[in-house]
């Protein structure tokens, strides 16, 4: 089983408004990432999480926030999101330890469609 | 620095056409490589991978050579369907450092019955 789970699969909210989205993987990954898609573009990293520590954070605006509650979820939250936030989020998931060993192939999950109204 | 350049779409051919999408790297240290394909509306699903020099990944009729000599990862499919049509993401992954996803700026297939 090779799946990765987000929820909700659309989200529309003001830019007043607090959200979380959700994903989960019971692949026994140790390595969970979330990325953000604009149209016709390629994914971009936002967070990396490695054995449910924050790895890598691509620089990302405060209003994201992400946590890492257990080897299988990870969320991120929304808070005062802007209009140009507005993006595909998608959750991704690998095995190994980032700071060696082989390279995995990373797991995808079908995305979240956040809308910023 | 790492990154992955890819052939400029939409690549538009009809059912039954062989198809290339090209895809060149430059990598510091030993890059592993990818082809995701994303159908609309949808997730990144991983095609096939490679992992080092002369290895071909296959999958679902696709086939990628890693040649290390002209740093190429050029996907080809013998005979494309109208469910092939989708955007296909070259990546690369080296075993140093960050290790995270570098991709290319994605092909669109279109295929026409």
């Known amino acids: 089983d090779t799946e990765v789970t987000q929820t909700p699969k659309h989200l529309v909210m003001g830019m007043t408004n607090k959200k979380s989205l959700k994903c989960e993987q019971h692949?026994?990954?140790?390595?969970m990432y979330w990325y953000k898609q604009k149209a016709k573009k390629p994914p971009e990293l936002m967070f990396v999480y490695s054995y449910e520590k924050l790895s890598i954070n691509e620089s990302v605006p405060s209003r994201f926030s992400p946590e890492c509650p257990n080897s299988s979820l990870l969320n991120l939250h929304l808070h005062a999101l802007q209009p140009e936030d507005s993006a595909l989020y998608l959750c991704a998931s690998s095995q190994g330890r980032l700071a060696g060993g082989k390279t995995y192939e990373q797991y995808f999950g079908p995305g979240t469609r956040l809308t910023v109204t | 620095g790492n990154s992955v350049t890819q052939m400029e779409g939409p690549v538009t051919l009809s059912e039954e056409a062989f198809l290339t999408i090209n895809c060149t790297y430059t990598?510091?240290?030993?890059?592993?490589l990818f082809w995701y394909v994303q159908y609309p509306g949808e997730g990144l699903q991983l095609l096939l991978k490679?992992?080092?020099?002369?290895d071909k990944g296959s999958n679902k009729g696709f086939e990628a050579t890693y040649r290390k000599e002209t740093t190429s990862f050029h996907l080809e499919k013998g005979s494309v369907q109208v469910s092939d049509s989708a955007v296909y993401f070259c990546a690369l992954s080296v075993d140093t450092g960050r290790r995270a996803l570098t991709f290319g700026s994605g092909t669109r297939l279109q295929v026409q019955p």
């Open positions: 490679a992992t080092k020099a002369d």
């Open positions: 692949m026994g990954h140790r390595a």
């Open positions: 990598a510091t240290g030993y890059p592993s």
